[in-house]
């Protein structure tokens, strides 16, 4: 088709020329005239007609061999709206940028849009997005503007965490468990899905490996056959019983592999291990994050970890049990800043592991406190014995992630506390509600 | 039916004992003869044939709702068996008992025998077995009458090492790979199966995780569903690069979780995680064994191995290459010392994990020299950078397999080396005439 059209500009050309070499009778018009008189004539003239039957083989001939060429041509269309949109007024880039802005500055999922289709939305699968985390992250996705497939097995997931999306048009919800291979057409992988509190994570222990090792695997196999980029989070737990304090990214841990936290620490590590394989064997653009002690709306009321525990005791007027002596520490991070961080992990260009956590740290007595004045002055305290390989103390070193991704906490615990309290107290509430109900 | 005998029976007694009751002229002959005149009224008279039907009632009752009665029945057989054999006259219990012996001192695997099935040999399945340390544990366990199978995937394994059993009825080579599922019927498994030296293991991390995790994972579940005692081969880099020196079994390692090497460190202690968790959870027999540097005839001739390179650049007249200065330790431990243990810790009743090694503790310079000595006097030695994660030093506290294995290693570097350079020789000799065959 170029060829030809090439060809049929050529004979303009020369018959825009033609009228200066000849005799003045030739107007323009009356040229078109007799030319349009005998036009078969010209075409077959000079074995023209062959010419152009040649022109179309070869044109034919390399699309048939290159067919990467269609793709060119169709990215340099997309690129160009991209264009478009990059050199609008200049904007701040922030960790919360808009999708346009996003695929601007990541113009590597566009190659996978079949030729003839237009460019769409982002599209982003968390796995585990009707859990605690996941269905923040989700909150803030949907906010702007992606397409949004929830992946949930409902272990510990719950429905209602993600119902305000339910009916709308960019959101999807699967019920599917990660250990099974699923396959998907989209650009990002937040790859969130397992039990994440030991009363959890213990309940099966044998699934909980199969969970973080063959479902990353899978997630993984899916991010490489669908050139998407793949985040997953890991968890303070690959630093076990840490004797570095903080825990910096390059400390290596000191992990127990044959205790009964095991199979969360151990398989965290393994998942770990394997996405940084895909990253070096596969070229598979991964992001690691590091979660530490994180809080907020939406946390299972009574999942054994310290701050609901705490917190649901309190609002139920029981005394609020601590294990130990009560001075291990922990931070506490409240779930919108780690959201921002997973997304600004993301979204850069920083491989990781990242630590992301609030490097306040807080003894569970000292936690203990601040839930006393945040929600109930006249909450109690119980002492029982503490768990097996219970650490002793965890609190991030934060350098790394405020240097390369200009990532830091914002929210307080004594802010944080009381949005929990109140998300808390309705759920409590409508629980108590049920139980009358019935 | 038993209860419809029991009538009957009774209906006898009643029946011999009439005649005394009654006139001479009934000989019980006679007796016999009137009786069988009448048997349906006989039957039918004062709800006899109602209280038949109760009775059979009760008695299916009685088998329906405890089906287990019928097991009890059929293990009390299998049991009166076991002490035939067991009040044999008192026979030393040592770690090369033989096979009658082991099934009267673990019953377990017998259960298993189908009631009316003889009472067969013991079978093992051996994973990796066509390796170097699998292929001499075949040796051991075919000279003590086991029916083995050997299942291989062929990666590192060689036909070679086992090629003088394929004649044996005793023997089966199954040509398979562990990341899938396999249905056996055994009594114990050693599964050997992954890579061991660097070279071979960095070839393909990824697989290397699947074989340690998913092809555990496998096994195991074929150990439970069998009722089978399973024996994982682990490996002393689960102690990294160790803060601790010697390494104590309870010492927790100081492992890199996203290096190059951690594919086969994080891979192999999330596979002790698994089996951990098969025994706590699942009731799985399991046995961990912690493999320390190893070498003998039938290792690979160029892996990477420090013995193996040595002997092999020794016997090529080739500079031995030395990573780093040289001073980092290893312990050496003669393949026949670690077919001992590994058998030990089978058959004995702990579960480990067991450091199995030398504690002999050689620089890389001293290896060397131990070479010159034993090999070749001339050998020459070369420096070279050292690797990525390459631990410093590695020796083996063996005190527990001591104490509770009754088991220590007993052939030393300078008598083990000139055994393993015997079959290199052998070896090289036969690639070179294969390569002048060419």
Redesign the interface.
């Known amino acids: 088709m170029k060829q030809l059209h090439k060809q049929s500009h050529t004979n303009q050309r020369r018959d825009e020329e033609m009228p200066n070499n000849q005799t003045p009778p030739y107007s323009p018009k009356s040229y078109k005239h007799s030319s349009s008189r005998r036009p078969l004539n010209y075409l077959f003239n000079e074995q023209r007609f062959l010419f152009i039957i040649i022109g179309m083989m070869i044109g034919s001939m390399i699309f048939i061999f290159q067919p990467s060429l269609s793709a060119i041509t169709a990215t340099t269309t997309t690129t160009n709206y991209h264009i478009n949109s990059h050199i609008m007024p200049s904007m701040p880039r922030s960790i919360s940028i808009s999708h346009r802005e996003r695929t601007a500055f990541n113009p590597r999922p566009t190659g996978r849009v079949p030729v003839g289709i237009t460019r769409r939305r982002m599209r982003t699968v968390v796995t585990g997005g009707a859990g605690f985390v996941g269905s923040h992250l989700v909150d803030v996705l949907m906010a702007r503007g992606d397409e949004v497939i929830v992946i949930d097995n409902f272990f510990t997931g719950r429905k209602d965490n993600v119902a305000h999306h339910l009916d709308n048009p960019r959101f999807e919800l699967i019920r599917h468990d990660v250990v099974q291979p699923i396959l998907l057409e989209v650009d990002q992988i937040y790859h969130l899905a397992c039990p994440a509190s030991p009363v959890h994570y213990k309940y ?3 699934k909980t ?2 969970t973080n ?2 479902g990353t ?1 899978n997630m993984l196999g899916l991010a490489k056959r669908i050139n998407a980029r793949f985040l997953i989070t890991s968890t303070s737990e ?1 630093y ?1 019983d840490p004797l570095e304090h903080p825990q910096k990214e390059s400390y ?7 205790g ?1 936290r ?2 969360y620490d ?2 965290k ?2 998942a ?3 996405t ?3 990253s ?3 070229g598979v653009e991964v992001r ?1 994050a590091r979660i530490f002690n994180t809080y907020g709306p939406r946390m299972c009321l009574d999942d054994g970890r310290v701050v609901s525990n705490f917190v649901s005791q309190a609002l139920r007027k029981q005394p609020m049990t601590i294990y130990g002596d009560g001075k291990q520490t922990r931070s506490f991070q409240y779930v919108s800043d780690l959201v921002d961080g997973l997304i600004a992990l993301m979204e850069g260009e920083h491989i990781g ?1 990242f630590n992301l956590g609030n490097p306040r740290e807080f003894t569970m007595l000292e936690l203990a406190q601040v839930v006393k004045e945040t929600i109930d002055p006249n909450a109690t305290t119980e002492f029982r014995r503490n768990t097996a390989d219970d650490p002793q103390k965890r609190k991030p070193d934060i350098s790394k992630a405020k240097q390369l991704l200009n990532w830091e906490p914002k929210i307080q615990l004594q802010d944080g506390l009381p949005r929990m309290a109140l998300d808390f107290k309705n759920r409590i509430l409508k629980e108590e509600q049920g139980d009358i109900d019935k």
């Open positions: 099966n222990p044998i490996i199969k090792v063959i695997l690959v076990g290596w841990g000191h992990v127990n592999p044959i009964v095991s199979c151990e398989g590590r393994t770990e291990t394997l940084m394989d895909y070096r064997n596969e690691i592991p």
